[in-house]
Antibody, heavy 121, light 110 residues
Framework: EVQLVQSGAEVKKPGESLKISCKGSGYYFTTYWIAWVRQMPGKGLEWMGIIFPGDSDTRYSPSFQGQVTISADKSINTAYVQWSSLKASDTALYYC??????????????WGQGTKVTVSS | QSALTQPASVSGSPGQSISISCTGTSSGVGSYNLVSWYQRHPGRAPKLMIYEVTKRPSGVSNRFSGSKSGNTASLTISGLQAEDEADYYCSSYVNAATVVFGGGTKLTVL
């Protein structure tokens, strides 16, 4: 079965660092782009960026450039998004999703279950 | 990048057809045939329903169809069923490997 399994919910304090993960299985992980998508409470979906695990080529939404770092470890079929200093406004549900096409695609056919991140003092 | 514009809500009765619009810009929706639609039930991950404006992934009912005219894309659901009640999001490739989503539309089946 093709699936993406994300790490569990996190509760952090402002200023702390965090790295959440997304592990792929059931397909060749290195040959599909993986996107990260944010959903803040009560809001819609926001595309954060995308990575190609095969060579770690990464692109960011202008809104997230410099705010997060997207990475991947192809040896363990896992993609990551990390924050060096969390803010309360990072509180959200974060999804990883497999891209159906190439880097220019907006079609995400497989989604992780989501990781809830809560940042509160 | 500005989000795509969708109506906040639409409704319809079982068996009817409804359409949800998604308006972007000439540099996004208007320039590329790269528009997708997602269905999201509460507490669940989004599900791809339409991609590349009109294509349906395997397993998606043919009651769902997509179209585009100029800067506006549309999702049409025919033969509405209770299970179609969900939030629907459109997305579009914009440029420089950037994707934007719409704000989402809540579909109520009366």
């Amino acid at each position: 079965e093709v699936q993406l399994v994300q790490s569990g919910a996190e509760v952090k304090k402002p200023g702390e660092s965090l790295k959440i993960s997304c592990k792929g299985s059931g397909y060749y992980f290195t040959t599909y782009w993986i996107a990260w998508v944010r959903q803040m409470p009560g809001k819609g979906l926001e595309w954060m960026g995308i990575i190609f695990p095969g060579d770690s080529d990464t692109r960011y939404s202008p809104s997230f450039q410099g705010q997060v770092t997207i990475s991947a470890d192809k040896s363990i079929n896992t993609a990551y998004v990390q924050w060096s200093s969390l803010k309360a406004s990072d509180t959200a549900l974060y999804y990883c999703a497999r891209t159906l096409g190439n880097v220019n695609s907006d079609a995400f056919d497989i989604w992780g279950q989501g990781t809830k991140v809560t940042v509160s003092s | 990048q500005s989000a795509l514009t969708q109506p906040a809500s639409v409704s319809g009765s079982p068996g009817q057809s409804i359409s949800i619009s998604c308006t972007g810009t000439s540099s996004g929706v208007g320039s590329y045939n790269l528009v997708s639609w997602y269905q999201r039930h509460p507490g669940r991950a989004p599900k791809l329903m339409i991609y590349e404006v009109t294509k349906r992934p395997s397993g998606v009912s043919n009651r769902f169809s997509g179209s585009k005219s100029g800067n506006t894309a549309s999702l049409t659901i025919s033969g509405l069923q209770a299970e179609d009640e969900a939030d629907y999001y459109c997305s579009s490739y914009v440029n420089a490997a950037t994707v934007v989503f719409g704000g989402g539309t809540k579909l109520t089946v009366l």
